[in-house]
């Protein structure tokens, strides 16, 4: 049997804050974020159906292994790649990344970006 890799610690409390989705995810006029805007709204995200956006996010957090752990000094980055389906019917590779802070225990969103 396959070793499925570690996993994020403590991902049943993983939260993604609505910021970042509404106002970096999803914003076409985010310096960084619009990018990724574009590409989300074009695969059915938006402003109406962002639970689904974050629950998607989540179930990445929850259900792949982690593959890549990143420490700084704000706290232990995890990366994981999952691929979510999307509104529109697409499948999307996605690199997330979460972090915990240092002296925190709940994985929280920092970023996710198509691969």
């Given at each position: 049997m396959?070793?499925?890799?570690?996993?994020?610690?403590?991902?049943?409390?993983?939260?993604?804050?609505?910021?970042?989705?509404t106002?970096?995810?999803?914003?076409?006029?985010h310096?960084?974020?619009?990018?990724?805007?574009?590409?989300?709204?074009?695969?059915?995200?938006?402003?109406?159906?962002?639970?689904?956006?974050?629950?998607?996010?989540?179930?990445?957090?929850?259900?792949?292994?982690?593959?890549?752990?990143?420490?700084?000094?704000?706290?232990?980055?995890y990366?994981?790649?999952?691929?979510v389906?999307?509104?529109?019917?697409?499948?999307?590779?996605?690199?997330?990344?979460?972090?915990?802070?240092?002296?925190?225990?709940?994985?929280?969103?920092?970023?996710?970006?198509?691969?």
């Amino acid at each position: 049997m396959r070793d499925p890799g570690i996993r994020l610690p403590n991902r049943e409390s993983a939260y993604v804050p609505e910021q970042k989705l509404t106002e970096y995810l999803l914003s076409e006029t985010h310096p960084i974020g619009r990018a990724k805007a574009f590409l989300l709204r074009a695969l059915g995200y938006d402003n109406n159906n962002v639970n689904l956006l974050e629950h998607d996010l989540l179930t990445v957090a929850h259900e792949q292994p982690v593959a890549e752990v990143i420490e700084s000094e704000y706290g232990v980055k995890y990366v994981i790649d999952g691929v979510v389906h999307t509104p529109s019917g697409s499948a999307l590779l996605l690199r997330t990344v979460w972090i915990i802070d240092t002296a925190g225990e709940r994985p929280r969103f920092v970023t996710a970006y198509p691969v």
